[in-house]
């Protein structure tokens, strides 16, 4: 391929699409924020993480050496965003008279499930809050004299000590600030924020810690400037988080950066602490069943237990560009779901007819599978005429600010051009889904049909159905065939004859 697409991506800071360039040649350093651990995350808080996973994989198959991180927030996030409410944890723990760290450690886990079946690559460090107190005390006592004051209820960050404060919600001026953050008593500005806050007299906490402001817990924000800069070095390359974070969280971490770095103003986009900031859009739901606070919402394992495979859900996430809202529903979901599985009945053709050719075991037999990471450039260097404009539609695609949606047709184009040695259809569509993460080459179709947890029927009862149903139609007995559907019927399975992609049979959730 002769054009290199050049890789840009979209900086919530400058709100302009941006070219990549990183801070340390060959490597890029990516930090998300993660989730807090006081419930489940619905599918919503996944959508975040589907996005920062398809940006490390886009950077590794640019060739860079990732090292991204996301931490696990187990304190300090208020029931609002800014100070104004309980902890979340402590609410929590308090609710279900649990211990704190045993909540956290079940959500923690419960999300780390979710990461797992979504096929969200591991990051090279999952950074818990609670394990990095002291080097928030330090942070906090380093820019404490210049940037804070101490009020009776903790201690403050000082918004007008840092330029360009808030540049990133657009909304700098303290009537904005006013608006939208409760006054806490004796604050100079209405968006100076709580680098610690301290246990009040008569409260009692699980977490608090020790403190040259006395016993308490670190401000929510303070936690990213720290680990962040840990253990990424300032100034990184990106960070990331959903939308919401463009308000209130992203804004305070960047202006402690500031305090920390260098109070110079953010024309200068690495004295925020990254260089790039990317937000994802959120995804909606129309009757509120996201929120977490509503009963019953909309997480991973509700979709599982209606029968949908997690990766439909993955499908679905990348049919819409990360910066554009996402409406779900039901139906969306099982169009996302048909995609995927046409997809793979493409891939098993593929496959068979490499096992039909008769090939040297090892030429064809799972090269496509053997291989960890694709780069673009090894990829481009293995790739014949035919399929090379495709592949180059995908990188394009995906070095155009992750455009996904583009991406996912160039992969349907490959699986659909005739004529090409099936061996290099799929190792050039590997190569493209070790960026879009849809776990192509491993997962079946079988592996797709998950039985709806309200389902009163077992695979084994239908396939033995299904034989007899067929047995009948050979003997033309079609009352019995027809009775046998409408038994099947009867406990919510649908037989779909002649169903274009192969399935048999469904069951409804
Ligand atoms: P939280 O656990 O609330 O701290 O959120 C975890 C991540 O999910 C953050 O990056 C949020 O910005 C993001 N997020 C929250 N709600 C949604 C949503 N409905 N759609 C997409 N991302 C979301
Ligand atoms: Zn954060």
Redesign the pocket.
Known sequence: MTDVPSFKLFNSLTRQLEPFEPVHPGEARVY???????NY?????????V?ADILGRTLSFKGYKLTHVINI?DVG?LTDDADSGEDKLEKAAAENAQSIWDIAQHYTEAYWDDIKALNIRQPAEWSIATKYISQMVEFAQGIAEKHCYELDSGLYFDVSTVADYGRLARSATDEEGEGRIEKVEGKRHAADFAIWRKTAPGETRQMEWDSPWGKGAPGWHLECSVMSGRLLGFPFDIH??????REI?HPNEIAQNQAFCCTNGLDEAANSGARIWM???????RSGK?S?SSGEFLRLQLLIDKGFHPLAYRMMCLQAHYRSE?EFSWDGLSAALTRLKRMLMQIETLKARCADAAVPPGEHVGPWTQRDGWSLEQIEGEVSDKLAPVLGKFAAAICDDLGTPIALTAIEDILAIKKVDPGETLRVAAAMDSVLGLDLLKVSRADLRIRPKAAGVSEAEIEDAMIRRQEARAAKDFDASDAIRDQLAAKGVEVMDGDPLGWEWTISG
Do not use: Q, W
């Not at 990331?240 to 974070?245: A, N, Q, V």
């Not at 937000?279 to 739901?285: I, R, Y």
């Open positions: 998300s924020c993660g989730p807090t651990v006081y995350p619905h599918i919503g808080n996944m959508r975040a993480y996005f927030t996030h990331t988080g959903g939308i919401d974070h969280h937000h994802n859009n959120f995804l909606v739901e996201m977490k996402l």
